[in-house]
T-cell receptor
Framework: EADIYQTPRYLVIGTGKKITLECSQT?????MYWYQQDPGMELHLIHY???????EKGDLSSESTVSRIRTEHFPLTLESARPSHTSQYLC????????????FGSGTQLSVL | AQSVTQLDSQVPVFEEAPVELRCNYS??????LFWYVQYPNQGLQLLLK??????LVKGINGFEAEFNKSQTSFHLRKPSVHISDTAEYFC????????????FGQGTRLTINP
């Protein structure tokens, strides 16, 4: 059974606040990803990691940053949240040789006022 | 760079009717193809995938998809839908070589009416 957890599920916060979205997986997967999804729009890859101390920016430019100090943990941080950051953020992990079988978390719906 | 287009943003159908969700992709190199489903308030789940071999692939919950290289399409089908199939469906591609990042389409909302 796949286990990948995202917290919080919902977050409403004021402009200028620093926030961290948590993502953890208990499957020992090397590859982890953050996607951003706006309503009715496609998923956009904003960050990915192929292992500890490895992080790369994705196809969509994002002001967020990530870290990968432990295999199971891949947090995403916004130093100063703005209304334009309002979106759903999905974390995923994979371990297949081709990396294609992604396991997704339930997502964090972020609203910045 | 590769891209994915899902031609319908919303598809309403009646229960027990057949359904087809359309997906076209663009890529200058060979790709793998996937369909993911997102049920309300849940994360994405893999429905099916095409890596190689038979162009007709079968997935979970009675879904199947056919890879058509000449038309660069990967349409998803189900002969008889159920209320529980109501969800958002995403088509995705990834390069066969290089970084295995998935590129997703914008999604199709499938609504089943009784």
């Amino acid at each position: 059974e796949a286990d990948i957890y995202q917290t919080p599920r919902y977050l409403v916060i004021g402009t200028g606040k620093k926030i961290t979205l948590e993502c953890s997986q208990t499957m020992g997967h090397d590859k982890m990803y953050w996607y951003q999804q706006d309503p009715g729009m496609e998923l956009h890859l904003i960050h990915y990691s192929y292992g500890v101390n490895s992080t790369e920016k994705g196809d969509l430019s994002s002001e967020s940053t990530v870290s990968r100090i432990r295999t199971e943990h891949f947090p995403l941080t916004l130093e100063s949240a703005r209304p334009s950051h309002t979106s759903q953020y999905l974390c995923a992990s994979s371990a297949g040789l081709l990396g294609e079988k992604l396991f997704f978390g339930s997502g964090t719906q972020l609203s910045v006022l | 760079a590769q891209s994915v287009t899902q031609l319908d943003s919303q598809v309403p159908v009646f229960e027990e009717a057949p359904v087809e969700l359309r997906c076209n992709y663009s890529s200058s190199v060979s790709v793998y193809l996937f369909w993911y489903v997102q049920y309300p308030n849940q994360g994405l789940q893999l429905l099916l995938k095409y890596l190689s071999g038979s162009t007709l692939v079968k997935g979970i919950n009675g879904f199947e998809a056919e890879f058509n290289k000449s038309q660069t399409s990967f349409h998803l089908r189900k002969p008889s839908v159920h209320i529980s199939d109501t969800a958002e469906y995403f088509c995705a591609v990834s390069l066969i070589q290089g970084a295995q990042k998935l590129v997703f389409g914008q999604g199709t909302r499938l609504t089943i009416n009784p």
